[in-house]
Nanobody
C-alpha cells in the first residue's frame, strides 16, 4: 500500500511561484510512475504533469508547459512540482498520484492518491 502526502501549497500572488512536494511511503517508490493532478471548484480533476519511474520521461499538460517542472528523487521517495509564473486560473487543490507502470495523463489509471494541497493564486 502506497501512502502519499502532499505539501507546499499556499497563497501566492499572480506571477509568483510555489514548489509542491509529495512524500511517498509503503512500497518501493522507485517502482512506480508519478503524476500531479489538480481540481478546481466545480471542475473535474485534470492532469498537470507526470514522470516515469526513472525520471527520464516527463509529460505536461499544455497549459503548464514552460511554467511547471516535475522531478523526483527516488533516494528520498519524493516527487516535486515546481510552479513558476502562477496565474489565478492555476488555483486548485493539487494531488499527487502513483501507479505501478508507465505514467499516464488519465487520473483513472492511477492506483494511489494523496489528500491534496490547496494552491491559491490571487490576481
Amino acid at each position: 500500500q502506497v501512502q502519499l502526502v502532499e505539501s507546499g501549497g499556499g497563497l501566492v500572488q499572480a506571477g509568483g511561484s510555489l514548489t509542491l512536494s509529495c512524500a511517498a511511503s509503503g512500497t518501493p517508490f522507485s517502482s512506480g510512475s508519478m503524476g500531479w493532478f489538480r481540481q478546481a471548484p466545480g471542475k473535474e480533476r485534470e492532469f498537470v504533469a507526470a514522470i516515469s519511474r526513472s525520471g527520464g520521461y516527463r509529460s505536461y499538460a499544455n497549459f503548464v508547459k514552460g511554467r511547471f517542472t516535475i522531478s523526483r528523487d527516488n533516494a528520498k521517495d519524493t516527487v516535486v512540482l515546481q510552479m513558476l509564473s502562477l496565474k489565478p486560473e492555476d488555483t486548485a487543490v493539487y494531488y499527487c498520484a502513483a501507479r505501478a507502470i508507465d505514467y499516464s495523463s488519465n487520473p483513472g489509471e492511477y492506483d494511489y492518491w494523496g489528500r491534496g494541497t490547496q494552491v491559491t493564486v490571487s490576481s
